[in-house]
């Protein structure tokens, strides 16, 4: 059986006007198993989203392979969730009928829902939308809603719903916490563990933050550069030991001291400039 994701020496180059290309990432090789939940760091400007929308499919590299399960899928599917930093939701609709504007869309198209089965069918979509939303700690009442009538927190937790309803086996999130308050942060943080660990739903979750990225991530890898000239690669592919949690799953202090000591010494020589905030900031 072929690994979920695989980039095989990939590169990316963009071409600036009135510049000379720039190169963002070169030689970068991954493998990525299911269930994993990739925490991935590194600098602005690093290349961090670059290799979320090429596991996408939303961009093409200008060299080497992204492999999802073995094969070259260059445009985006159902098979993988996008929640970006900036929330995604059609403004113009509400929480419901953004929940199920994929599926919908998908089974349907636009002449579909002139078919004799798209009511019922509609309808048992929008119970299992329901079924999501109270997943996500929202109530019926919020279904009725339109994204501006949501704090930050709630739109996020309506993006991942939307993603989520599609079923994916792959879910990229761009920093999707780095606009929330720490509270609101730390919330997410928890429901994002608990969602990865009763679906098995792989993760790959871009963060600034070391005590987010050990509180989430089965595993990190660190993007980052020898130099301010060269591209972008793989500094740092660590497994995260459970003796870097307490019991409750939150960062043993000593434990995450000893992993961003190591993270930062792998990366450029203690360079690499992360957050060490307190956890949940």
């Known amino acids: 059986m072929p690994e979920l994701i695989q980039l095989e020496n990939v590169g990316v180059i963009y071409n600036v006007h009135g510049h000379a290309p720039k190169q963002v990432l070169q030689g970068l090789n991954l493998t990525i198993q299911p269930g994993e939940f990739v925490a991935v760091c590194g600098q602005t400007g690093c290349g961090k989203s670059t290799m979320l929308r090429l596991i996408l499919g939303a961009e093409r590299p200008s060299s ?3 492999l999802i399960e073995g094969c070259e899928r260059p445009r985006p599917d159902r098979h993988r969730g996008y929640v970006p930093q900036k929330y995604s939701l059609f403004p113009d609709k509400t ?3 953004n929940i199920t504007f994929g599926p919908e869309t998908e089974e349907f198209g636009l002449i579909g829902r002139l ?5 019922r069918r509609r309808e ?3 119970e299992k939308a329901f079924g999501y939303l109270r997943q996500m700690g929202l109530q ?3 279904a009725h809603k339109y994204p501006d009538q949501l704090s930050g927190g709630m739109q996020q937790r309506v993006a991942i719903a939307q993603a989520l309803i599609m079923r994916p086996a792959i879910l990229l999130m761009d920093e999707a916490f780095s606009a929330l308050d720490p ?3 730390a919330d997410m943080q928890r429901l994002v563990r608990t969602l990865w660990q009763e679906t098995g739903t792989t993760f790959l979750f871009v963060t600034h933050n070391i005590p987010e990225a050990v509180y989430l991530g089965s595993r990190i890898v660190v993007l980052g550069k020898d130099s301010p000239e060269s591209s972008s690669r793989v500094l740092v592919d660590m497994e995260v030991p459970e003796s870097a949690r307490t ?3 939150y960062p043993n202090r000593e434990e995450l001291e000893r992993l961003t000591r190591v993270i930062e010494d792998a990366a450029l020589g203690g360079r690499l400039e992360l957050e060490m905030a307190e956890f949940g900031g």
């Open 64 to 66: 080497g392979r992204v």
């Open 95 to 97: 929480v419901l009928d």
């Open 115 to 119: 078919r004799p089965g798209f009511r």
């Open 183 to 185: 509270g609101t942060r």
């Open 140 to 142: 019926q009442s919020d």
């Open 124 to 126: 048992e979509l929008r």
């Open 247 to 249: 019991a409750s799953g």
